[in-house]
């Protein structure tokens, strides 16, 4: 059954609910955990932590001086209760290593798994699938993806079918690329998305034009992916102080600047900040806490940022 807009506006879902996380009271550094902004995905109904954790760059051998880290990263998300994580059997061998860290720590059945297809026919996305599983455990993901639209139509079948039976929870179709957008909206009307997952950012609002109102009018979820632009973001503001008005929307860095604009956008926006560093994911959950910019402060915000930002092409285009 998928929520209407009315029926969100009267459960209170959206950019403002908040909803304490998995009995946590603690935050590094002993400050008292404060609720996580919560989400509601249109198509279920469940509930899900605004900010996740994407994965593109957890790679590396079992013996790698990378893999404590990782694990630790992974640790201090989960602790400070971020569940939604972001995969791909094309990011290296990040499946196999979040793999063997949600074993390691015990949290498989705590989190709220993404992962994606990335092949053109039936029986090699159906390989690839079930190499996924194998690799990230559990009978279930949260979220099965088609990557960069490949094969799309062939891979949604297959998707389609493996939600009845209960292996998927919900599907969706990724992009990173304004190249793809067109391509995508076409998607989402034809077809019956949970979710779809596309690049914006701060600096990067081409998808905000057709892609983000689309999705909320049709009850579809959003998986932000680069919120910072790779990393371009913290370029372009260098090393200036925090404006004024970060302290109006309780924002302790420019990572929270940049993902409380993300998820303040209307309908159910989720940033997936790609980090591998401990202190990295607690600043970027730490973005789901308190306020978040209204209407008029998110454009003083983008004219904030649009001088800074390298090329006009840059705020359009890809992330
Ligand atoms: N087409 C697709 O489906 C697609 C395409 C691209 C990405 N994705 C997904 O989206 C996720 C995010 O994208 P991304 O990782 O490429 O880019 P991103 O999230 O825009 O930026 C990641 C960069 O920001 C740095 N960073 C993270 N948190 C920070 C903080 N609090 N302060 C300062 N720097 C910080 C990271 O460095 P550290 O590692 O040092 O923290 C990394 O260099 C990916 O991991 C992946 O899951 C999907």
Redesign the pocket.
Known sequence: MKLSRRDLLKLGAGAGLTAAVGGLNRLHGQRPQQALQMKTIQSSGQQVPAIG?????FRGGPDSKEIPVFRD?FETFHRLGGRVV???PN?GNSEEVIGRIMRELEIRDDLWLAT?VDREDEASGVQRMDESFEKLGGDHFDLM?V??LRGVEVQLETMKAWKEQGRFRHIGV????ARQYEALAEIMRRHDLDFV?V?F?LGTRGSAETLLPLAEDRGIAV????????????EAVGDRALPDWAADIDAQ????VFLKYVMAQPGTVI???????P???E??VGAAMGRLPDANLRREMERFIDPLMPERRGRRGR?
């Open positions: 954790i994407g994965c593109r760059n990263t972001d995969t791909s990011y994606k993806q990557h960069n990724t992009t990173s690329s997952q690049n950012a998986l932000v992916n680069l919120p910072f632009g790779r990393g371009r973001m913290f860095s420019w990572a929270q940033p997936i900040p790609g980090t591998t560093k202190h990295h994911a600043d970027n992330g």
